[in-house]
């Protein structure tokens, strides 16, 4: 702690002595009133998603960190290579499958509902990303697919929970 | 030093800055020998793009940012209370006043002083270094609240103590008043020395850990003058 000295403390000692005790009396009553009403418990949870416990499951997005290297997701996607059409809106639907699997094996905390994920991954442009489907939180955000030429694609979106940026290299 | 005049600009650096077209040069020259329309490169652009352009968007954290959300005043209020109540408490008095609150229950002899506060000291440590292995265990809400309520308790009996010796003259009641000390310091121990910093510190998301942990302490110094 820095060295510093508390300069109320001596004064209202020496004048008036132990009665400057029940100051502090009353204040560790709101202390404590505080830190029931405030202090929230954050045991078991990972570092990352202690943010839920504040803002709930839409949870703002950290300075995003890389989820996996391109190549890894290079090599297993290229073994099951498909040409893909130009649109993005209309993925193959066993790509889709294939990219939920991984994305499931990949993250620890991802619990995609399926159906409503296909409908994310296959669906939607960047500009439709919204928060809400259906009234629930839907698992990912922020989605980006971007179609370059005739043989890539690259999937590009923030999983709601981990805050992760996800990105994908459909070849 | 000169030769760093040689090396090609971060491609990231470029793109941040809205210079697509060099960081697709540097990037074709750096991997695939020159070739814009190579594959990786394409790919490594498009990566790169797409991080930078979620990251961009979610960096928009000034320090009105603290009061924005329901959940960053939460996190506020958790702050700024940390900081005062870690200093405010009482403990200050022990810490920089010990030797008025000993002249005030009749223990003068300075020696006697000295050796009471290096028990205190020793304690301090013991106590606080135990905490450590069971905020996992216990769990931060109950260590914070087991804690203020013993520091209560025991100042409540701290201060009917003094209150009975300054009145009567009670020297037993003196002696209990530097046992409550020792209590009083168990109970702090449990949860605000330890835990100040690393409960501020987990409960604030990367976009805003600095500015929190800069209030937190700015409220621990302004405790500490007062």
């Known amino acids: ?46 570092l990352e998603e202690i943010a839920k416990h ?8 950290q300075k995003p960190q890389m989820f996996c290297t ?7 996607l290229s073994l099951e290579a498909t040409p893909l059409p130009r649109s993005p809106r209309s993925l193959p639907p066993r790509l889709v499958a294939l990219t939920l699997l991984i994305l499931a094996r990949s993250a620890r905390t991802l619990r995609p ?16 990303t919204s928060s809400k489907s259906n009234g629930r939180m839907v698992a990912y955000k922020h989605l980006v ?20 940026v996800i990105f994908l290299y459909v070849s | 030093m000169s030769f ?34 190579s594959e990786v490169v394409m790919l490594e652009l498009q990566e790169i793009k797409d991080t930078i352009k979620l990251e961009q968007e979610f960096e928009s954290n000034g320090w009105m940012e603290l ?27 022990v810490s920089y006043y010990l030797h008025q609150i000993f002249d005030s229950i009749g223990i003068t002899d300075s020696n006697t002083q000295l050796v009471i506060n290096g028990c205190l000291q020793i304690l301090n440590i013991i106590v606080a270094t135990t905490q450590c292995f069971f905020v996992d265990k216990v769990g931060r809400r109950p260590l914070f609240l087991v804690a203020t309520s013993g520091m209560l308790t025991t100042f409540v009996v701290w201060t009917i103590c003094s209150a009975r010796y300054t009145l009567n003259g009670d020297k037993g009641a003196g002696n209990a008043v530097v046992a409550m000390i020792f209590l009083y310091y168990v109970f702090y121990n449990m949860a605000w020395s330890g835990l100040l910093v690393g ?28």
Request: hydrophobic share 40%; aromatic share 16%.
């Open chain 1, 1 to 46: 702690m820095p060295n510093s000295n508390q300069y109320v403390n001596p004064i209202a000692l020496k004048h008036i002595g132990w009665k400057y005790y029940i100051v502090y009396d009353v204040w560790i009553v709101i202390e404590l009133i505080v830190v029931y009403f405030f202090y929230i418990e954050t045991r078991y949870t990972p």
């Open chain 1, 54 to 61: 504040f803002d709930g499951e839409v949870s703002r997005v």
């Open chain 1, 70 to 76: 391109t190549l890894t997701f290079y090599r297993m």
């Open chain 1, 113 to 128: 509902r399926s159906t409503r994920c296909y409908q994310y991954l296959s669906g939607l442009r960047p500009s439709e």
């Open chain 1, 145 to 164: 697919i971007t179609c370059n030429s005739k043989h890539w694609i690259s999937i590009t979106f923030v999983h709601r929970s981990t805050n992760l």
């Open chain 2, 4 to 37: 760093v005049w040689f090396v090609p600009e971060s491609p990231r650096f470029l793109i941040a800055h809205g210079k697509v077209e060099k960081a697709h040069d540097v990037l074709a020259k750096v991997h695939a020998n020159g070739d814009r329309d």
């Open chain 2, 67 to 93: 009061f924005k959300t329901k959940g960053n005043r939460h996190r506020l209020v958790i702050l700024l209370s940390l900081g005062l109540f870690s200093q405010w408490s009482g403990n200050g008095l």
């Open chain 2, 199 to 226: 409960y501020s510190a987990e409960i604030l998301p990367y976009s805003i850990r600095a500015k929190g942990m800069t209030l937190m302490f700015l409220m621990v110094d302004i405790a500490l003058f007062l």
